[in-house]
């Protein structure tokens, strides 16, 4: 009798710990952040470069994603829709390679982006802190960080995010 008792509180542990996972990573984290975001310039997948400072005077997206992430290209054509709507919002994908190589704009060109995209070195990952993808700041036209959203989102959410930013 203890062993079936054992198996059921095992059983159910786990069931339990796989529950809490699931809800877990199904919430994204938004944090209200105040400061100047870090300053950059990368290149841009389709040349040249593109720098914080190219983006200052107007609500700035920048959407950090992995090729390799679902959750980042699920939210792609949300990122599209809005971008396409909201000229005035300047909307950046900011691709973090892994093992891409000479190909990675290749891969990103098949991906349903409408939005200019540049590519991260490790110390604007850094910077950023981006260790979860997506990774979504929304900066203020002065430069300064209004939110941080670790997760996919939707439109209507980027849509606050950007409003509460100022745009």
């Known amino acids: 009798m203890s062993r079936m008792m054992r198996d059921w509180a095992l059983a159910l542990g ?7 996972l699931a809800d877990f990573l ?12 870090p300053a950059f310039t990368l290149e841009k ?3 040249g470069t593109t720098s914080l400072a190219d983006l200052q005077g107007s609500v ?4 950090f994603f992995a090729t390799w992430c679902g959750p980042c290209k ?5 990122f599209s829709a809005y971008a396409d709507s909201h000229p005035d919002v300047k909307v950046v994908g900011v691709v973090v390679p892994s093992r891409e190589g000479s190909r990675l704009a290749d891969i990103v060109h098949h991906f349903p982006i409408t939005y200019p995209v540049i590519v991260a070195d490790s110390a604007v990952q850094q910077a950023y802190q981006v260790d ?3 990774t979504t700041y929304v900066i203020r036209a002065d430069g300064t960080i209004s939110e941080v959203i670790h997760g996919a989102i939707d439109k209507d959410t980027l849509a606050e995010a ?6």
Do not use: I
């Open 14 to 20: 786990v069931g339990f710990l796989v529950f809490w």
């Open 26 to 37: 199904s919430h994204r984290s938004t944090t209200t952040a105040s400061g100047p975001a």
């Open 45 to 47: 997948l389709d040349g």
């Open 60 to 63: 700035t997206v920048l959407n």
């Open 74 to 78: 699920a939210e792609m054509p949300e």
């Open 132 to 134: 979860v993808f997506p």
């Open 162 to 167: 950007v409003t509460h930013a100022g745009g």
